[in-house]
């Protein structure tokens, strides 16, 4: 009797034992999920700093800097080619990303550089309503913040798959606007998948917007009453920044340096133009009209800065979806009206959370191991126990 009370109280003990031991393991799964998809944004945003403009030459007050955030290619999965895990795996990603460099970064103005979605360019209308409450999930912001987009090759559809549907249903959910002026500091959208140079009819009404744009930034650069453009209103006399989807004609990414630039097998294959940049014409086309200081493009998934006649720099900004890339990252600009300072944050690596939970994963699987004898033993013992009270 007294030996199975004894057998029972031991038998007890480990029960309680075993519970808090699985309370333990799943307060470990719990803190490795916590940190893999939520705390490492915070940790890895909060090393991010907006540049610094230098200060004015003479001795002049500080301009006003505007505080923008530029990504790209987000491509969010659609629902032909998108498979349900990736899509919400990738999704959240991006929205734990977005929200907390909100959060933490404070931007005034958020550009994304096209291909917004991976289907636009054939989803069906359902299709297409059902990506975009998704895409204002994700990218919400507080009504202080601007987010400003231009089409994609993926939104609208490559040149000769776009149509006036595509178009006019992209510019319904976001804006058709092609100028945006705040602080002092221009910004020119260009729907650079229209810069074909064929006079469609989509093509002709774009650079039509262009031309008109590039004539009031020309007259706000001008004299007063010097030339045609009358005595009206006038754009910030500033030169703008060109901002679109498509980089500007290079012949490869064999010049691009960098953690996030192309692998180095392909950074040597030739750019087709009118498909992983723009026309040699469009581009010249595109400098001669807007004489801008900085060129911000995505399209090629990957960074790369280059110099257009010596002077005019682009920067290519990476994918800011995982499925993308290891390492994503979006680019912070501080601008005035005469300067501006751009630095890169850069997100938490796929690698690194892989690692984590792997390597949870694996503490788990042996702390388990190690305990199934441990915990197989005393029931054992205490059957035998029972038994040997029984056959008494
Ligand atoms: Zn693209």
Wanted: glycine share 6%.
């Amino acid at each position: 009797m007294c030996l199975a009370r004894r057998g029972w109280r031991r038998q007890g003990f480990r029960l309680l034992e075993r519970s808090s031991l699985l309370w333990k393991l799943m307060a470990v799964i719990f803190a490795a999920l916590l940190f893999c998809e939520f705390s490492i944004y915070y940790l890895v945003i909060f090393r991010c700093h907006w540049p610094e403009v230098a200060p004015p030459a003479h001795s002049g007050e500080q301009a006003p800097v505007l505080r923008a955030m530029v990504l790209a290619d987000t491509h969010l999965l659609g629902e032909v080619q998108g498979h349900w895990l990736d899509k919400l795996r990738r999704e959240w990603q991006m929205e734990r990303a977005f929200q907390t460099a909100l959060w933490v970064l404070q931007p005034e103005v958020i550009f994304i550089l096209g291909d917004i979605f991976d289907e636009g360019k054939w989803s069906s209308p359902q299709a297409w309503a059902d990506d975009l409450g998704r895409f204002q999930k994700m990218f919400r912001h507080p009504s202080h913040m601007q987010l400003k987009v231009v089409a994609g090759n993926h939104d609208i559809g490559f040149h000769y798959w776009m149509s006036s549907y595509t178009v006019q249903r992209f510019e319904k959910a976001f804006s058709a606007e092609r100028l945006f002026s705040q602080k002092g500091v221009n910004f020119v959208m260009v729907n650079s998948v229209a810069m074909e140079g064929d006079s469609c009819s989509i093509c002709a009404v774009a650079e039509a917007e262009l031309l008109e744009i590039s004539r009031l930034l020309n007259c706000s650069r001008e004299v007063r009453g010097s030339g045609p453009c009358g005595a009206g209103q006038r754009l910030p006399p500033s030169a703008p920044v060109l901002l679109q989807h498509y980089p500007l004609y290079r012949a490869s990414d064999a010049n691009c340096s960098g953690p996030d630039a192309a692998p180095p097998e392909e950074r040597s294959i030739p750019f087709k133009e009118r498909y992983d940049a723009l026309s040699q014409e469009a581009s010249q086309k595109l400098l001669w009209w807007f004489r801008p200081r900085l060129v911000l493009s995505g399209h090629t998934h990957s960074a790369c800065e280059v110099l257009h006649s010596g002077r005019i720099r682009e920067l290519s900004v990476p994918s800011f979806s995982w499925r993308n890339r290891n390492n994503p990252s979006f680019v912070m600009a501080s601008l005035t009206s005469h300067d501006y300072a751009l630095s890169k944050c850069f997100l938490p690596q796929e690698d690194t959370v892989l690692a984590t939970y792997c390597g949870v994963a694996g503490l788990l699987a042996a702390f388990g191991l190690a305990h199934a004898g441990r915990w197989a033993l005393p029931f054992l013992s205490g059957w035998t126990a029972l038994r040997t009270h029984r056959a008494r």
